[in-house]
């Protein structure tokens, strides 16, 4: 069975950072793109930042370009993201998502989900 594992949510203050991870297990993401998600309450689930196979591919909300960054570890089949300079409206439940084939930033193109982490950055 496939599981994807989140983890290293919690409580920040602003301008603060944190560190997500994303475990794969039950099977190996050959050829797979890993992406992440944010769903604050009482809003659509958007997109945060995915990443190819290779790592050699990356996209990202527009407005969180320079403050996120997404990467991930082959070996471990492990995604990461690293959140910088947050802010209070980064608040949110935070999804990682896998996919065969290459880097989406729509959540429907995503096969594989997490239970997520949450988020929260005080002001």
């Known amino acids: 069975q496939v599981q994807l594992v989140e983890s290293g949510g919690g409580l920040v203050q602003a301008g603060g950072s944190l560190r997500l991870s994303c475990t794969a297990s039950?099977?190996?993401?050959?050829?797979?793109?890993m992406g992440w998600f944010r769903q604050a309450p009482g809003k659509e689930r958007e997109f945060v930042a995915t990443?190819?196979?290779?790592?050699?591919?990356?996209r990202y909300a527009g407005s969180l370009k320079g403050r996120f960054t997404i990467s991930r570890d082959g070996t471990k089949n492990t995604a990461y993201l690293q959140m910088d300079s947050l802010k209070p409206e980064d608040t949110a439940v935070y999804y990682c998502?896998?996919?065969?084939?290459?880097?989406?930033?729509?959540?429907?193109?995503?096969?594989?989900w997490g239970q997520g982490t949450q988020v929260t950055v005080s002001s």
């Open positions: 998502a896998a996919r065969y084939g290459g880097v989406a930033d729509i959540s429907t193109q995503y096969t594989f």
């Open positions: 039950g099977r190996t993401f050959l050829n797979s793109a």
């Open positions: 990443i190819s196979w290779t790592g050699g591919t990356t």
